[in-house]
């Protein structure tokens, strides 16, 4: 008997979703002996069904899928934390398996819907919540088990990558760049989520969860994001031999998680500069695997459906052969959430400063009273009538210092005028 599926949401991910099943149904059939049908499909728009040759399965409820007592396994593609929650829950609640592509949700709610499944007896897979079609949280919850994992790095937010990468290679404005990652079909319905950070902040969240086994919620990641990022930026790091990145960082330290995402500057030779585009990388290190690199596309339509159908054939295979869910949560630990105002390294900052004699001493004495050590501060160019962008690039310092120097420079009288860039420096 087929496994019948029930999509919620037809959008970007949901579509491509329909278009797998289109083309490949009879392959999973033939190779795999996973027989599954399109049941039902839900979204706010019949327009997006009828596109994709479903409108006789299109329905606005998505109780009419969740209740449905034909539908096994319920895939949650509307995103975000409110009516994603009550169809994820209510799917397992009324005895569904679900497949979600939804990070917003795993690194906030994960807790309560992973409990959920277990309650039911149903499996939750969200493997396309991280790193688009890149498989990550499959390979940390089967093929890396072995290990104890120590760091989980990368670059996992395929719009910001694909942003940044168009500026410094193209000199394409912040605006045109974003622009151009939405009409692709990268970014979040809010793209905020992504230049903000939180969408990379949310899958790390998810990755150090699995990886350390110990909760670390959306709200535990330390979150800068990529919107002060200006051309200069990009600019004065090609002279330093740098590029800037969006990384989401997570390190098991001795005494708990180090956690964060900011834009990086990382040297030109590092393995993650020559990841460009939507291409997203993870680098997952574990104590007898030793280092290893996850490589590929991270949004749009077809890596998300892919990884949104591989969890939808994993589930159906286990229906259909009568398999009990295998991995639930493995949170067994509690370990700490380090706070960064201990991190050490080294910083990139760009003031725009108002242009007149005697500013930049009054910089470099806040520097000074904060006891960082400046390696250089430059003038780069005007950025416009009576300001100039001052870069300072300093030492290794501690992030409390640089926070409270920031915080005195800015309550300056009429010397910052605008929000100051910070890049983190990576040796
Ligand atoms: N776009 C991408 O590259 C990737 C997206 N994701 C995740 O996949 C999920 C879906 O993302 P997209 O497809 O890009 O979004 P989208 O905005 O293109 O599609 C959202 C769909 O949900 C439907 N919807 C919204 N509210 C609804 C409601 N109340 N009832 C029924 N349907 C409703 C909309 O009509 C639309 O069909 C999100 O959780 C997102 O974070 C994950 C990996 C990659
Ligand atoms: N908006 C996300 C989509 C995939 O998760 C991104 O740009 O990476
Ligand atoms: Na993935």
New binding site residues.
Partial sequence: MAVKIGL?????????CIDIIQKHKDDFLRHFGVDIELARV????PA?AEAHGVGHLFT???NNIINDPEIDIVV?????TT??RT?VTGALAAGKNVV??????MATHGKEVMEAAEAAGKELAFE??VG?GIPIIDPLKHSLIANEITSVMGIVN??TNYMLTRMADNGLSYEDALHEAQQK?????DPT?DVGGF?AAAKIAILASIAFNSRVTLDDVFTDGITNISPVDIEAARDMGYVIKLLAIAHRREDGVDVRVHPTMIPTNHQLATVNGVFNAIYVVGDFVGETMFFGE????G??AS??MGDVLEVARHIQQGVAPIVGCTCTDDLPILPMDELVMRYYLRFSVTDRPGVLETMAGVFARHNISVKSIVQRGRSGAERVDQVVVTHRCRERDIREALEEALALDNVVLDTPSVIRVEE
Avoid: H, M, P, R
């Avoid at 949650?76 to 975000?80: M, P, R, T, V």
């Avoid at 979600?100 to 949700?105: R, V």
């Fill in positions: 919620v949401g037809t959008g970007t991910v949901g579509g491509g839900c979204s706010l728009s997006e606005d409820n998505f949650e593609l509307i995103g975000g009516i994603a169809v979600t592509a939804n990070k917003a949700l396309a919540s688009g395929g719009t079909g990268f970014a979040e319905a989520a969408d991270g949004a749009g339509a890596a998300a990884a949104v």
